[in-house]
């Protein structure tokens, strides 16, 4: 499975943006997708994860009612649509996608596009 991140850049604080990811190669496998993020100086945390099957989402906290994960199966892609952007949204943000494979998951990790907010 490959992933491409677009949708980053830059914007101002209480903007928005939308990521997208696109999977190519044995996306049929894909069992659930999800979005997460690094800022500079902190590890790597989930923001948004939504299945494959009947889409089920999860959220971070701290996006709750602001982000929006959603996957588009026929295109193979999935997009995180973001509002109210604030400053301490700005990260790295990747694309994951979980395979299952007799008992064991597998995460594939896209390059990460960069979203900055300016106050």
């Known amino acids: 499975v490959q992933l491409v991140e677009s949708g980053g850049g830059l914007v101002q604080a209480g903007g928005s943006l939308r990521l997208s990811c696109a999977a190519s190669?044995?996306?049929?496998?894909?069992?659930?997708w999800g979005w997460y993020r690094q800022a500079p100086g902190n590890q790597r945390e989930l923001v948004a994860t939504?299945?494959?099957?009947?889409?089920?989402?999860n959220y971070a906290e701290f996006v709750k009612g602001r982000f929006t994960i959603s996957r588009d199966n026929a295109k193979n892609t999935m997009y995180l649509q973001m509002n109210s952007l604030k400053p301490d949204d700005t990260a790295v943000y990747y694309c994951?996608?979980?395979?299952?494979?007799?008992?064991?998951?597998?995460?594939?990790w896209g390059q990460g596009t960069q979203v900055t907010v300016a106050s």
């Open positions: 994951n996608a979980r395979v299952p494979l007799f008992r064991v998951f597998y995460d594939y």
């Open positions: 190669g044995s996306t049929f496998s894909i069992d659930a």
């Open positions: 939504i299945t494959s099957g009947g889409g089920s989402t």
